[in-house]
């Protein structure tokens, strides 16, 4: 017997979903997180699972851990101390970026302040042209005063961002070498080592997000390997990736960059899998902690990637899941401004103090303190008995909010409720119109701790009329990293027409990005299974500033069928902005790849049919829709397959409090997901 361990850490709890390999059973389990000691959540819930589910340290053949230390530390600025080269007279190019300002609406905008100050930007004479060639040699001596000046200055690390490094990265090679020898006690990171990709600001920003992460993720994994060997956990543990695969602990050290968003990344591909199990194509998911409401669409049963997706203030520009976040969690704080107008987060109660229900020292309204004077919330204990709703709490809360806005304490705390689904609502609109989609056409999958509580009221304000639960909502995160693949992306920038003079070097280009790939999978991982490819270019018309990424067929590679791949770049470009023109000249400027090394799904088996009718456990007053009504509250581990419910209700059960308001009928399908449609 043998245990696969999936862990997610948010801001308020730590998830743990396990896998027994021989059964294919599945338990999991909730505990809340100590900021002020880091780690010790980890080996508390490691411990309560050996106590409650008979996980044995020594039996653990996988550790996945998703972590949101590399993120956190960019939007709390708690990074390095760098240092930037550049090529001389780019000085400026992490502050000009691309000419944009985050609201071009507002004429109060300004950039955010960058994680890089201007005195610590040094340029370095040298010049690498854009076809590759050594114009003139780097000046070592200029560098040479640079790093001493950055080491008088205090960094802790050196980037290297040179122009033209993506095609050849000579110049950065050699003054990667000489920073190390000059400094050795400073971490060094080259932008081609990083993300080789064309646009010297996409390069330069992305390397800089991975020194500026580097020694906090590194000592948080290092610490992490400590204590997982002290408990006794054999297995090699992983890290889940933005791009919603899995890399080992030693990689992430030094590509932090590719695990900053790894939580949010595995929550969709968590629910991408039960998905595909329900046989549910286009979904739109929710997945809710206690400090963010993450947005991602699922197409034909495929979570969607992309670049640039935004941490904290700046953008990203490795592959990931796509993922829209704000701050709506359950712990989001509501607050009435200077002009009287009620506000909900981004601030939020965390685990400590937390929202003022837990009992644990917190005295602001959040909006499960809302949930709870509505009566929707603190029926039954909350993550695996960890917390205790005090509603008394959530009733002096809410009702200073309240005093503010001359409202009694129920509309009030409707109101909190209303304000956080109206956020939803606005950047559900945006991701929609971004993939030209109708949401009507999508099934909701709320998930994380406070997804289900709020989930079908966003989907009633949405018009979407199908709204689906899974079995363990509150863990969606942790089991996404137990179903995760070894998945690497490899890209190459080579700026050739699309015709068929450039069919050898295309072959040829992925032949190589084949290779680098398969060397990922099996030296630095030891990864000897199951693996495929999927190959990409990243295409544009002649004269145009930005491309647009095109899945290509192995078999168009093979044959030298560049009228193949021409055709699937009109089609896609159509498809995205209802416009092509297939007589014009097409620019193929990347080629990836992305090698996926495949990991076994757990066969979950499907329920047998109730033998009755579901019966609720009892009937609690509730405040919904602007009413004090009596509602059944149903047990979760009461529900069976084909077991059928009506709003309103609740249904609570030890991850998360499921909130059914009227219109809504459920019924209970064979992997117990709770399927619930709309009447109205």
């Not at 080996?43 to 008979?54: K, P, Q, S, T, V």
């Not at 920003?205 to 020694?215: C, K, M």
């Amino acid at each position: 017997m043998a245990w696969r361990v999936g862990v997610d850490i948010g801001g308020t709890f730590i998830d743990f979903c396990v896998l027994e390999t021989d059964t294919n059973r599945l338990e999991s389990l909730k505990v809340l997180t100590t900021p002020d000691e880091p780690g010790r959540e980890l080996i508390d819930g490691l411990g309560l699972l050996a106590d409650r589910h008979g996980v044995e340290a020594a039996k653990v053949a996988a550790f996945v851990h998703g972590t949101t230390v590399g993120v956190n530390t960019i939007i709390q600025r708690k990074g390095a101390r760098l240092a930037l080269f550049t090529t001389a007279g780019f000085e400026d190019v992490i502050e000009l970026a691309r000419l944009r300002m985050p609201d071009m609406y507002s004429l109060f905008c300004t950039r955010p302040e960058q994680l890089v100050p201007r005195d610590l930007i040094f340029g370095i004479p040298g010049r690498i042209l854009a076809d590759g060639s050594d114009h003139y040699p780097l000046d070592e001596e200029v560098l040479a005063d640079a790093v001493a000046l950055a080491r008088g200055k205090g960094v802790e690390g050196i980037i290297i961002s040179f122009l033209h490094a993506y095609r050849n990265p000579l110049h950065e090679r050699q003054a990667r070498e000489m920073a190390r020898r000059l400094a050795p006690e400073l971490f060094v990171f080259s932008s081609s080592e990083v993300w080789p990709v064309i646009r010297e600001y996409e390069r330069t920003t992305t390397a800089i997000l991975n020194g500026y992460v580097h020694p906090r993720v590194s000592a948080y994994l290092t610490s992490l390997e400590t204590a997982l060997k002290r408990r006794g956990v054999s297995g090699d543990p992983m890290l889940t990736k933005s791009n919603g695969g899995l890399m080992n602990l030693e990689a992430g050290k030094t590509a932090c960059v590719s695990m900053l968003l790894s939580g949010t990344a595995s929550g969709v591909m968590g629910a991408a899998f039960l998905a595909r199990q329900a046989a549910v194509d286009n979904v739109l998911t929710l997945d809710i902690g206690g400090t963010s409401a993450d947005l991602a669409l699922i197409i034909d049963g495929r979570p969607q990637f992309g670049t640039g997706e935004t941490v904290g203030d700046f953008p990203l520009f490795v592959p990931s899941v796509s993922v829209t976040s704000i701050g709506s969690g359950g712990g989001s704080i509501a607050w009435v401004d200077g002009f009287g107008v009620l506000k909900v987060g981004p601030e939020s109660a965390g685990s400590s103090p937390g929202p003022a229900c837990y009992g644990r020292g917190g005295g602001r309204a959040t909006i499960t303190d809302a949930m709870a004077v509505c009566g929707l919330l603190g029926n039954a204990p909350l993550a695996y008995d960890a917390i205790a709703i005090d509603r008394g709490l959530a009733e002096r809360a809410v009702g200073e909010v309240a005093a503010k806005l001359g409202l009694g304490l129920q509309e009030t705390a409707e109101a909190i409720v209303e304000v956080a689904i109206s956020s939803m609502f606005v950047e559900v609109n945006k991701l929609i119109a971004r993939y030209g989609v109708d949401p009507r056409d999508f099934t909701l999958m709320p998930f994380g701790g406070a997804g289900p509580m709020l989930g079908c009221f966003l989907a009633r304000e949405l018009g979407i009329g199908k709204v689906i639960v899974p079995q363990r909502p509150g863990v969606v995160s942790a089991l996404g990293g137990l179903i995760a693949d070894m998945k690497s992306d490899f890209i190459r920038t080579v700026f050739v027409p699309a015709e068929t003079r450039s069919a050898p070097l295309i072959r040829d280009t992925f032949a190589a990005l084949r290779e680098d790939g398969e060397r990922w999978l099996r030296d630095e991982h030891g990864f000897l299974g199951p693996a495929r490819a999927a190959l990409s270019a990243d295409m544009r018309y002649d004269g145009q500033s930005f491309e647009i990424e095109v899945p290509i067929e192995e078999a168009w590679v093979g044959a030298g069928d560049v009228a193949a791949i021409k055709a699937a770049f009109h089609r896609e470009h159509l498809a995205i902005y209802d416009f092509n023109d297939e007589a014009a000249g097409i620019q193929i400027v990347n080629l990836r790849l992305v090698i996926t090394g495949m990991t076994a799904r757990p066969a979950l088996t499907p329920a047998p049919l109730a033998a009755g009718e579901a019966v609720p456990a009892r009937e609690v007053d509730v405040w919904l829709d602007g009413v004090l009504r009596r509602v059944p509250l149903y047990a979760r581990s009461g529900l069976a397959h084909a077991h059928r419910i009506s709003g309103p209700a609740i249904v609570v059960q030890e991850d998360t409090t499921v909130c059914i308001p009227a219109g809504f009928d459920a019924a209970i399908d064979a992997y117990l997901n709770l399927n619930l449609a709309s009447s109205t």
